[in-house]
């Protein structure tokens, strides 16, 4: 998935979660949960997720400033891939969140 992303550290949770709550956002269902392994190389972060209810993913990402760098990144990402076997036509853009609900749905049916 390509978007802008803005992140910042929490102290504590409960309290995080309280703030959001107190200005509209509510919990998504169905919630999503996973195991992460973070690895780290030359500005690149690859993590290794098992998400409840669908398996095991890669996501690798490489954060830039420039849609300039956005292009080498993902030619970077790119040779990543190809190395362990796989194309960019290979991955997957959705969030998991999303694919639990489509998962779910699919099994109402």
């Known amino acids: 998935m390509t978007r ?3 992140e910042t550290g929490v102290e504590d949770g409960k309290i995080c979660r309280n ?3 107190a200005i509209g956002y509510f919990p998504a269902a169905p ?7 973070m690895l780290q190389k030359d500005g690149m972060t690859a993590c290794l997720d098992h998400v409840y209810g669908l398996g ?3 996501e690798i990402e490489i954060l830039v400033d420039s ?5 080498e990144s ?3 990402i790119e040779v990543i891939l190809n190395r362990i076997g796989y194309q960019l036509s290979d ?3 959705t969030s998991y969140l999303t694919m639990i ?3 779910r749905e699919r099994l109402k049916k």
Not at 31 to 37: F, P
Not at 67 to 71: A, H, I, L, S, V
Request: hydrophobic share 30%; net charge positive.
């Open 74 to 76: 993902l030619c970077q």
């Open 4 to 6: 802008k992303e803005l």
């Open 101 to 103: 609900q489509k998962r």
């Open 19 to 21: 703030i959001l709550q």
């Open 91 to 93: 991955t997957v853009r």
């Open 67 to 71: 849609e300039t760098k956005r292009e």
């Open 31 to 37: 919630e999503v949960v996973k195991e992460r392994q």
């Open 56 to 58: 095991d993913f890669l």
